[in-house]
Structure formats: structure tokens, C-alpha cells
T-cell receptor
Framework: QQQVKQSPQSLIVQKGGISIINCAYENTAFDYFPWYQQFPGKGPALLIAIRPDVSEKKEGRFTISFNKSAKQFSLHIMDSQPGDSATYFCAASRGSNYQLIWGAGTKLIIKP | DTAVSQTPKYLVTQMGNDKSIKCEQNLGHDTMYWYKQDSKKFLKIMFSYNNKELIINETVPNRFSPKSPDKAHLNLHINSLELGDSAVYFC?????????????FGSGTQLSVL
């Protein structure tokens, strides 16, 4: 019940296309859902995060869609660029004093 | 100035040796972490310290010993290194220990045990 399942494991998208990465969770107590972006040789960096009181959050080309009833959330990257090529991690947590539960990561490659 | 810095960047050593990785953050954060990332990129938390006090200690062999001399530093000492310890180790910090806090990661230490 503590797992966060992320898919796909890898994704290739043409430049200008939409990249979509999905995550599913079981624990209905989760109340914080961040996405982290990791470039090769670097640590993960927070990209965007959402709490379950909203169904969507947009920051520039990045959007999180959240479906509470289905216990799923997804990252959409519009107009994908080669510079977006990275590994993306979803995560979830509940309340304070609890650690993040991480998805397994998605390696995204944007083809020029 | 790098917010979370860890040294060394690369560490190549023989099985059985003892090694340390150092981490410092200049963000004024209260909470620091050690994460292990394996070859499949899976991130696993190892330890978390809040104001020098250990708050998370996952199932990690006791060959791994974290030390926090002050809240800006969290070092990781590894005894009797094994082949399976080869991974990238990330230090991270957050303003407080709340899981909703943004994590700031260092650039990682790639440990290779031969």
C-alpha cells in the first residue's frame, strides 16, 4: 500500500510532441504528489507538485493532472524539447514527518 | 555557491575498504538525508537527520554509519565495502522534516567497489 507505480519505464517522443508519464498509488492518505527531474550526473530537482484539493496544476509547459478517485496522477510535458530529456520521478507522501515514497523513474528522450 | 555539495564526486575502491562521503548544505535547512540510487535509477532513502538528530533509519546494513556534526553537515561512513554497495549516493536537504517540503539534492557520489 506504500508503493507508487510509475509508467512507462522509458519514453521516446518527437520534438514538439506531448510527453505523458503516469503514476498510480494505493494509499488514500497520501496528500502530496511531487515530480522530480534528474539530468545525467546531477541530483533530482523538484519540477512541480500538487496536493489533492486540485485536479490540475500547470507551470509553463509542465502540467500535473490528478485523479483522486482513480488514485492516479500524471505529468504532461507540452511542446517537448530535447532539453527535457531526463529521468522523471513521481513521488507521494502523507502529512508531516513521513518520507517520500518514490516511483521507479521514467527515462524520457526527446528526439530532435 | 552550491546549495548542497558532496565530496568526492567519484570514489573507486577495493572490497573491504572503509570510505567516507561528506555533505554540506548552505541553505540553512534543518533536515538532511542520504539516498542511494542503484543502476536502475531507483531512489531509496537511507537516513534522515533533523537538527543533528536521526529521524529515519531505513533497513540499511550497519556498515553504513551517518554522522551529523552540525545541522549543515551530514557525512556517511561505510565500513567493509562490498560489491553491492556500488551505486550513486545522494545527499539532500529540506527546510524541515515535513514530507511536503522541497528536497534539494547534491550532485551525487558515484561509488564503485571493485
Amino acid at each position: 500500500q506504500q508503493q507508487v507505480k510509475q509508467s512507462p519505464q522509458s519514453l521516446i517522443v518527437q520534438k514538439g510532441g506531448i510527453s505523458i508519464i503516469n503514476c498510480a498509488y494505493e494509499n488514500t492518505a497520501f496528500d502530496y504528489f511531487p515530480w522530480y527531474q534528474q539530468f545525467p550526473g546531477k541530483g533530482p530537482a523538484l519540477l512541480i507538485a500538487i496536493r489533492p484539493d486540485v485536479s490540475e496544476k500547470k507551470e509553463g509547459r509542465f502540467t500535473i493532472s490528478f485523479n483522486k478517485s482513480a488514485k492516479q496522477f500524471s505529468l504532461h510535458i507540452m511542446d517537448s524539447q530535447p532539453g527535457d530529456s531526463a529521468t522523471y520521478f513521481c513521488a507521494a507522501s502523507r502529512g508531516s514527518n513521513y518520507q517520500l515514497i518514490w516511483g521507479a523513474g521514467t527515462k524520457l528522450i526527446i528526439k530532435p | 555557491d552550491t546549495a548542497v555539495s558532496q565530496t568526492p564526486k567519484y570514489l573507486v575502491t577495493q572490497m573491504g575498504n572503509d570510505k567516507s562521503i561528506k555533505c554540506e548544505q548552505n541553505l540553512g535547512h534543518d533536515t538532511m538525508y542520504w539516498y542511494k540510487q542503484d543502476s536502475k535509477k531507483f531512489l531509496k532513502i537511507m537516513f534522515s537527520y533533523n537538527n543533528k538528530e536521526l529521524i529515519i533509519n531505513e533497513t540499511v546494513p550497519n556498515r553504513f554509519s551517518p554522522k551529523s556534526p552540525d545541522k549543515a553537515h551530514l557525512n556517511l561512513h561505510i565500513n567493509s565495502l562490498e560489491l553491492g554497495d556500488s551505486a550513486v549516493y545522494f545527499c539532500a536537504s529540506s527546510p524541515s522534516q515535513g514530507a511536503g517540503e522541497k528536497l534539494f539534492f547534491g550532485s551525487g557520489t558515484q561509488l564503485s567497489v571493485l
